[in-house]
């Protein structure tokens, strides 16, 4: 009898590539990963109609669906239109309630609309004025899995995170997150599979863990 092979579709964070997932990797005799992409958004576009969008991009039935942050964000948004075997997030939040309270405030006052994303849409310009070797390796991270630099789909994906409205969790997320991660933090989380030491970057990181659990976890 030929074991079934769950389909696995993983979703990377915010202006991110899914080459962060290059070192995800899953028993291929249960398991099949699909990479999925941010498109650009279309005018005054909805998250939910987004997450609509992005559904298309399914095609299985029942999958495991992963986001990663602002990825973790949309997944929770696209379960809302398609039925899920397992919906899972990474460093990312459930609810409104669990963003920090920087953001908060960025809605409160709209200052979001004031960021300046035209220098995060142009990394090799911050390149040039990065010193010392913790910024430059930063840098080259932000260059090699950055790659959705538009600032139609930063403006708009910042506004999507920090105006989110989700007020209670959703039934059955896995939510797996880092006490070290500095862009949403740990201390203002309920109900969360805890990785010591983990960044807001544990994807990349830590996969070793991921690839080791994820199975357990979708099981």
Known sequence: MNQEVIPVYLMPGMAANPSIFEHI??????????WLEWKLPL????????AKRMCQDIKHDNPVLLGVSFGGILVQEMSKHIPLRK?????SVKTKHELPKRMRLLKMTK?????PTRLLSNIDLLAKYAYGKTITKRIELYKKYLSVSD???LDWAIEQVVCWEQDQPLE???????DNDMVFPFSKLKNC???KGGTHIMIINKYKWFNENLPKLIA
């Open 25 to 34: 990797k899953l028993p291929e005799d249960h398991y099949k990963i699909y």
């Open 43 to 50: 005018k005054k576009e909805t998250l939910s109609n987004y």
């Open 87 to 91: 919906l899972i997030i990474v460093s």
């Open 111 to 115: 200052a979001y609309k004031f960021l």
């Open 151 to 153: 600032r139609t789909y």
């Open 172 to 178: 059955n997320v896995i939510h797996i997150h880092g």
């Open 193 to 195: 599979i805890t990785i």
